[in-house]
T-cell receptor, first 115, second 113 residues
Framework: GAGVSQSPSNKVTEKGKDVELRCDPISGHTALYWYRQRLGQGLEFLIYFQGNSAPDKSGLPSDRFSAERTGESVSTLTIQRTQQEDSAVYLC?????????????FGPGTRLTVL | AQSVTQLGSHVSVSEGALVLLRCNYSSSVPPYLFWYVQYPNQGLQLLLKYTTGATLVKGINGFEAEFKKSETSFHLTKPSAHMSDAAEYFCAVTDTGGFKTIFGAGTRLFVKA
């Protein structure tokens, strides 16, 4: 069956440009997460969507970061006016369960490089 | 705020030796704890989890972990390492308020022949 997909797999951009990253979760998964993984570091929580509830945006590092989700499907993470410190792998995960013990299924990530 | 500490960013063992990857957490409420594994050039996948009930949890590929509340630990073990176990391992805990998941910095496991 189809897993979580992300696009693009790699993105190289110039400092100051905006980028949009896409995540397609597993069908039927109500929960969706975005994480950032800098080189040699762990996963940093960015944002969480659960059904039609208001998203938990507490991990977004600045107002240059925003994310949207259409219903229980596709999500986009937008980074405006990119900076070099935004360079990282951005991971998306989805979960079937609405409880906090649910397994998260991860996508392959988008590697963002800001020159 | 909850946090996760993984002791040792790199661990090296010989094939057939015991694997022990350490994880300590802080939480003001009973935690839900997870171990995820990231094999080279693959996405993260769940290895095992503790929610409630039995404190010794068995996962895939012969791994297990024990939740010790008194030590605030959730160490991952495997009796005998295999070359295919070489990967990065992440310990995680869910947030008290809902579903935010806090990950540790990861431990990269090397297995020597």
């Amino acid at each position: 069956g189809a897993g979580v997909s992300q696009s693009p797999s790699n993105k190289v951009t110039e400092k100051g440009k905006d980028v949009e990253l896409r995540c397609d979760p597993i069908s039927g998964h109500t929960a969706l997460y975005w994480y950032r993984q800098r080189l040699g570091q762990g996963l940093e929580f960015l944002i969480y969507f659960q059904g039609n509830s208001a998203p938990d945006k507490s991990g977004l590092p600045s107002d240059r970061f925003s994310a949207e989700r259409t219903g229980e499907s596709v999500s986009t993470l937008t980074i405006q006016r990119t900076q070099q410190e935004d360079s990282a792998v951005y991971l998306c995960a989805s979960s079937r369960s609405s409880g906090r013990g649910g397994e998260q299924f991860f996508g392959p990530g988008t590697r963002l490089t800001v020159l | 705020a909850q946090s996760v500490t993984q002791l040792g960013s790199h661990v090296s063992v010989s094939e057939g030796a015991l694997v022990l990857l350490r994880c300590n957490y802080s939480s003001s409420v009973p935690p839900y704890l997870f171990w995820y594994v990231q094999y080279p050039n693959q996405g993260l996948q769940l290895l095992l989890k503790y929610t409630t009930g039995a404190t010794l949890v068995k996962g895939i590929n012969g791994f297990e972990a024990e939740f010790k509340k008194s030590e605030t630990s959730f160490h991952l073990t495997k009796p005998s390492a295999h070359m295919s176990d070489a990967a990065e391992y992440f310990c995680a805990v869910t947030d008290t308020g809902g579903f935010k998941t806090i990950f540790g910095a990861g431990t990269r496991l090397f297995v020597k022949a």
